[in-house]
């Protein structure tokens, strides 16, 4: 796995862990905005893993273009020198 889609598991890991914990404080302390922030953290959790998502794609469609040109200057080489 690229240096790129490591950053990206690691950010969504701390993303849930740390909203996971702002949840339960509002759960636990403040319970009249409990339901409040969750639907707030879903629409944010949504926007969030959709963004990973697609920058995710966005890396894995980088790298196959970069294989491709990879591949096809390997071609034009072996082509010059038959």
Do not use: C
């Amino acid at each position: 796995m690229s240096y790129n889609k490591k950053r990206i598991v690691k950010f969504l890991i701390y993303y849930f862990s740390i909203s996971v914990g702002v949840l339960l404080i509002f759960y636990f302390w403040f319970t009249k905005l409990f339901w409040f922030s969750l639907v707030t953290w879903i629409f944010a959790t949504f926007g969030v893993v959709s963004i990973s998502f697609f920058t995710f794609m966005n890396l894995r469609i980088v790298e196959l273009q970069n294989e491709s040109e990879e591949a096809h200057d390997k071609n034009i080489e072996n082509d010059k020198n038959d």
